[in-house]
């Protein structure tokens, strides 16, 4: 059974950055897909990033040339770096993770899910 426990949430001023973590057991990267989400109160749960078993990223345009993923396989945890932080980055933010071949941030039905970490961004 897939666990994901996430870290590293915070408070910050607009243009910092920040990294969390989400640390996964239960399980190896040799055929994992795993994704950054993140969510405001009132709104659906929006795809950020996906990196596939191969460690091939993928972005959505939100985030894309401010927010890095990547995963160190030898601490089985998977981060997402954000830089040059903006408020409506404010927001509950969660990784997923599972065992698609077709990797994608585009889709929320993974079939595990962490606990949310709260990062907030104050101009």
């Known amino acids: 059974q897939i666990e994901l426990v996430v870290s590293g949430g915070d408070s910050v001023q607009a243009g910092g950055s920040l990294t969390l973590s989400c640390r996964l057991t239960?399980?190896?990267?040799?055929?994992?897909?795993m994704a950054w989400f993140r969510q405001v109160p009132g709104k659906e749960r929006e795809g950020l990033a996906s990196v596939d078993s191969y460690g091939s990223p993928s972005y959505s345009d939100s985030v894309k040339g401010r927010f890095t993923i990547f995963k160190d396989r030898a601490k089985n945890t998977l981060y997402l770096q954000m830089n040059s932080l903006k408020p409506e980055d404010t927001a509950m933010y969660y990784c997923?993770?599972?065992?698609?071949?077709?990797?994608?941030?585009?889709?929320?039905?993974?079939?595990?899910w962490s606990q949310g970490t709260h990062v907030t961004v104050s101009s």
């Open positions: 997923a993770a599972d065992l698609w071949v077709q990797c994608t941030w585009s889709r929320a039905d993974f079939a595990s």
């Open positions: 239960g399980s190896d990267y040799s055929s994992i897909c």
